[in-house]
């Protein structure tokens, strides 16, 4: 499926900031599943510092502004070519072991109610991990404003509401807690007509599923990632895999406005 | 138990000792005092201090001094200066290998977990290479003699080892009030200490530096109990002391503000730990750090000492194979050797840990500094069963090891001179070549019976003499 993106964010200061730097992770993943045509981020008035590849294979690149600055703009555009490889992350270098993602951060740290629901029964551990997607999509439904930035695994699965990045939290905290290697996945997701799909700029989870590798469950659509997902990066929580982290000196008040299209493109 | 003395054996002094013992001879009482008395204003108007934390009282109260020096042969040192260089070149190629290829876990030589699992492997740092290869730039090495021959390593410190400031004062000190002893004895000079931590520094600047690289060190800030000792080096090896907020990103580079506008950072010098050096990177509340920093550096656009990732190999359960790295990575035999270990995580050791509390050193994983300890023989009941407790609820939290007979040397206390027990830190540069001044930090127990040295729990310093062949 070929796939057009347009995401803007938008940042915009009550008094003018200086020393603004980014790190972006918005950049698609390279791996068999797809294949970027063209892609272009820019940032208004930033000048471009390092780009590298990290460990886990995500394109790195930072940028700075001098400002002073009351608005800053930020814009991904670009075509992907995607295939359908029912979730399974094929031909990604990475190099972090998948050891490395068995430890627990604040938001992704099990309780006991998070442990209880990560007991789907035992089998071959793909059949294993299908049953904790699910275990997670029936515990917390999808509501948006429900949640905020910082909630918990554990706090979304006490209200039995959340959105995509609760239910990806909850599904690391399980599996982790279960010895399976999971980490948070950003990126885009291709809405149909009918809007199916519940979120553009979208979040899911991989596990480290032994025979297969990293393999990616989208609990809040109740799949496996196909051709309309497009992945972006990753890491140990949403914070860790977040697409933009920015700064900026000065004590303005900021506020932020994201707007992301994902189109099937004319071939 | 009895105690190796490194002064008197046997009735007899030992060489190294030999010309000490009519100095503390023609010194009464009274000299005695007056000198003490005359030391302590000289680190007072200095101004050497170090904060100890969780004591209340003065946070910038006075290391306690001890004039009495301790002294090593030529020989004796030749031997510990192979022992530590190993050991540091062991402990830098397996920070190389962890985030780059892994193959002593692969190997099935350390367990996979211990690593990987552990909280101070950085994921953003896999696949870095830093230049020369070289993840920690000071390794300070805690070691303790037992015996004439015997040297064990009770722990390593990869990250931000201090205390080298008292050990330039200290001689420093000791020249000052005492110029014939410099005389009588051939005491191995310390003073180049930095010139080559300055010279290592540079020798790790990042290929996109040409010409001389600007080093600077970077200090959380004069609340910081080693403050001084960051101030004393940037002064010795003139390069600047900043903070965060006096550094900033901007394009591919770390840059400082100066007075005479920007000016491009090569290498820091970083006495702040990896979760404060970079809000966008790891901790995101940190006021400490410059935002961006670790994308520079990731990008080879600065170098940072130590590397960030550096404190896998420190780990107080990663020690137990440090040995086993000196053979993998260097197909060498151990020159120094560790303090047998029992892991708590393993439920063998831990039942025996149990079981023989009493007789064992307790201490937790990640602390440091003397907290979180037991030394069981120097302990009451009621602690020993406190830490029982402790350890049934998180066993893979701590090690034990065996109360070791550490050494002693004569110390002045207030009846006299009486033997105190000792350790020794070493501070071991790895660059382009790894360097080591002929000396090292004595820390001393001044309660009688004590064995723990740390100046956080009132130990206090010595000066430490290697004499020249």
Redesign the interface.
């Given at each position: 499926m070929l796939l057009q993106v347009n995401h803007v964010t938008r940042y915009v200061y009550d008094r003018p900031v200086r020393?603004v730097?980014?790190?972006h992770r918005l950049t698609p993943s390279v791996f068999a599943g797809q294949k970027v045509i063209d892609w272009q981020v820019t940032v208004s008035d930033g000048?471009?510092?390092?780009?590298?590849r990290?460990?886990?294979g995500d394109r790195?690149e930072?940028w700075?502004i001098?400002g002073p600055v009351s608005e800053i703009l930020v814009t991904v555009t670009g075509r992907v070519e995607t295939t359908d490889l029912v979730g399974v992350l094929k031909g990604h270098k990475e190099?972090?072991?998948p050891?490395?993602y068995?430890?627990s951060t604040a938001p992704t740290e099990a309780d006991v109610a998070l442990t209880e629901l990560a007991q789907v029964g035992e089998g071959e551990p793909l059949a294993v991990a299908h049953r904790m997607a699910e275990a997670v999509a029936g515990a917390i439904a999808y509501a948006p404003g429900t949640t905020h930035a910082h909630t918990t695994a554990a706090e979304a699965l006490a209200q039995g509401q959340g959105v995509c990045q609760d239910h990806a939290h909850a599904l690391i905290a399980m599996a982790r807690a279960r010895g399976i290697p999971a980490r948070y996945v950003s990126g885009y997701l291709f809405a149909d007509a009918e809007g199916q799909a519940h979120e553009a700029a979208h979040a899911w989870a991989e596990l480290h599923v032994q025979g297969y590798g990293w393999v990616g469950f989208d609990p809040a659509n109740r799949c496996c990632p196909d051709d309309r997902y497009i992945r972006l990066g990753s890491g140990?929580d949403a914070?860790n895999a977040a697409p933009i982290?920015?700064?900026s000196r000065g004590i303005a008040e900021e506020a932020m406005d994201v707007t992301v299209a994902v189109l099937a493109a004319q071939q | 138990m009895t105690y190796f003395n490194e002064m008197f054996q046997d009735g007899k002094t030992r060489p190294p000792y030999a010309r000490l013992a009519n100095w503390t001879e023609s010194m009464p009482a009274p000299l005695r005092q007056m000198k003490q008395a005359e030391a302590e204003a000289l680190f007072r108007r200095i101004g050497i201090t170090f904060a100890v934390y969780g004591e209340g009282g003065d946070p910038d109260r006075l290391i306690p001094f001890d004039m009495f020096p301790r002294v090593f042969t030529g020989q004796e040192w030749s031997k510990l200066e192979r022992g530590i260089k190993q050991r540091a070149r062991a402990l830098n190629a397996f920070l190389l290998d962890v985030y780059g290829r892994g193959e002593i876990v692969r190997a099935g030589r350390i367990p996979a977990r211990l690593v990987y699992q552990n909280e101070a492997y950085e994921q953003a740092v896999v696949g870095i290479v830093p230049p020369k290869g070289v993840y920690s730039h000071i390794v300070g090495i805690d070691i303790v003699r037992t015996g004439p021959e015997d040297f064990f390593v009770l722990e390593d410190n990869c990250r931000t080892p201090s205390g080298v400031s008292y050990m330039l004062e200290n001689r420093e000190i000791m020249m000052r009030m005492f110029p014939d002893l410099f005389r009588e004895n051939r005491i191995q000079p310390v003073d180049s200490y930095p010139a080559r931590l300055r010279r290592t520094l540079a020798s790790v600047a990042p290929a996109k530096c040409k010409g001389e690289p600007t080093v600077v060190i970077l200090t959380p800030g004069h609340f910081n109990s080693a403050y001084y000792e960051h101030s004393f080096l940037a002064d010795l090896m003139g390069i600047e002391l900043v903070e965060g907020q006096d550094l900033f990103v901007e394009g591919e580079f770390v840059w400082m503000r100066t007075t005479e506008g920007p000016r491009r950072v090569d290498v820091i010098y970083r006495r702040m730990d990896d979760a404060y050096i970079d809000p966008l990177c790891f901790r995101p509340d940190s006021m400490l750090g410059i935002p961006g920093l670790m994308d520079v550096y990731r990008s080879g656009g600065v170098s940072i000492c130590s590397a960030p990732g550096a404190g896998v190999a420190d780990d107080k359960a990663v020690y137990t194979f440090v040995p086993e790295m000196v053979r993998f990575y260097l197909g060498e035999e151990p020159i120094l050797q560790n303090v047998p270990t029992w892991q708590c995580g393993k439920a063998d050791d831990c039942q025996y840990v149990l079981e023989n509390l009493g007789d064992l050193v307790v201490k937790e994983v990640h602390g440091s500094g003397g907290y979180g300890m037991l030394v069981g023989p120097k302990s009451t009941q009621a602690q020993i069963e406190l830490f029982r407790d402790k350890i049934k609820a998180d066993p893979s939290n701590y090690i034990a090891q065996p109360t070791l007979a550490l050494s002693t040397t004569p110390t002045f206390v207030e009846e006299g001179i009486a033997p105190r027990h000792v350790d020794l830190r070493p501070y071991c540069l790895c660059g382009e070549s790894i360097d080591l001044v002929p000396g090292g930090l004595t820390r001393v127990a001044l309660t009688d019976g004590s064995l723990v040295v740390n100046s956080s729990q009132g130990g206090g310093v010595k000066d430490t003499w290697v004499l020249a062949e």
């Open positions: 020393g730097v980014q790190s000048q471009k510092g390092g780009s590298f990290d460990g886990a790195i930072s700075s001098r190099t972090t072991p050891q490395s068995l430890r140990l914070q982290r920015g700064i | -």
